[in-house]
């Protein structure tokens, strides 16, 4: 079975600071990785995917991520951060099965951006 | 107009009531799931539907039931309410005719508060 930890529950950051939120895996076949972003009152928008090809892969609003295999991560990246930011981050993982498509989730990383 | 859309967007019921969540989606897409959101734990999936005639139970199934009325619409019931089913409940489809089964678009959500 898969399973997807985000060891910070809150990171909390400077504006115009750089950020990174964390991501671990574990499954026992290939995966698709994915990074969502929850703003306030919002349903879930999907800010980059990992499915194969380059490590690094570059999404929505200036976010990039990258997928290490040997460290089973996906840690999301942002050299500078805005106060718009301000989101829940979701990582989650879908098992490459051909025809796979349920996601499991992580338990969200809220990112706080302040002047 | 939004591709995934949920009915009610709150609701507040008491103990012991039957309840109906509802989901519509415009995006023709065939499969579509229901996920509650509860805080520190992330997303969990509580049912999903391939297409019409195929329904699964998710992780957290007990206390659900849910409908495939037609490929559009996904209700999800809470047969007798208790309170730790208070929790944000969303809706998502995804499109395995598309080859990215795995990319999910998320409806706005549903907060239901049990008392």
């Known amino acids: 079975a898969q399973s997807v930890t985000q060891l910070d529950s809150q990171v909390p950051v400077f504006e115009e600071a750089p950020v990174e939120l964390r991501c671990n895996y574990s499954s026992s076949v290939s995966v698709y990785l994915f990074w969502y972003v929850q703003y306030p009152n919002q349903g879930l928008q999907l800010l980059l995917k990992y499915l194969s090809g380059s490590t690094l892969v570059k999404g929505i609003n200036g976010f990039e991520a990258e997928f290490n295999k040997s460290q089973t991560s996906f840690h999301l990246r942002k050299p500078s951060v805005h106060i718009s930011d301000t989101a829940e981050y979701f990582c989650a993982v879908s098992e490459d099965t051909g025809t796979a498509s349920k996601l499991t989730f992580g338990t969200g990383t809220r990112l706080q951006v302040t002047l | 107009d939004a591709d995934v859309t949920q009915t009610p967007r709150n609701r507040i019921t008491k103990t012991g009531k039957r309840i109906m969540l509802e989901c519509s989606q415009t995006?023709?897409?065939?499969?579509m799931y229901w996920y509650r959101q509860d805080p520190g734990l992330g997303l969990r999936l509580i049912y999903y539907s391939f297409d019409v005639k195929d329904i699964n139970k998710g992780e957290i199934s007990d206390g659900y039931s849910v409908s495939r009325q037609a490929q559009a619409k996904f209700s999800l019931s809470l047969e007798s309410a208790i309170p730790n089913q208070t929790a944000l409940y969303f809706c998502a489809t995804s499109d395995p005719a598309s080859g990215r089964a795995y990319e999910q678009y998320f409806g706005p959500g549903t907060r239901l508060t049990v008392t």
């Open positions: 995006k023709g897409h065939d499969r």
